[in-house]
């Protein structure tokens, strides 16, 4: 299985983004697909995950400016809006497969000020 992450960028405050994560391999048995983000200096820490039912999970840091999508269970978007500063940081993807974590390589968004 192998998750490849795409769309960071360097953006400017307010702007927007959408990162894209799609798995490879398979793909059978898919929970949970997600992004989390890592920060210099900080831990990795959740931004949003949906489940093979649809069902979303948005951390309040994001919840109103972030949305996740899940296309034919390959692909997972990150919908990222009204950028701040604070959520520059490595993005990566991942998936749960029968308990089983996967991670994609990150993607760097830096939003600049």
């Known amino acids: 299985v192998q998750l490849q992450a795409s769309g960071g960028g360097l953006i400017q405050t307010g702007g927007s983004l959408r990162l894209s994560c799609a798995v490879s391999?398979?793909?059978?048995?898919?929970?949970?697909t997600g992004w989390y983000r890592q920060a210099p200096g900080k831990q990795r820490e959740l931004v949003a995950t949906i489940t093979s039912g649809g069902s979303t999970n948005i951390a309040d840091s994001v919840k109103g400016r972030f949305t996740i999508s899940r296309v034919n269970a390959k692909n997972t978007y990150l919908n990222t809006n009204s950028l701040k500063p604070e959520d520059t940081a490595v993005y990566y993807c991942?998936?749960?497969?029968?308990?089983?974590?996967?991670w994609g390589q990150g993607t760097q968004v830096t939003v600049s000020s």
């Open positions: 391999g398979s793909i059978f048995s898919i929970r949970t």
């Open positions: 991942h998936a749960e497969i029968r308990g089983v974590n996967y």
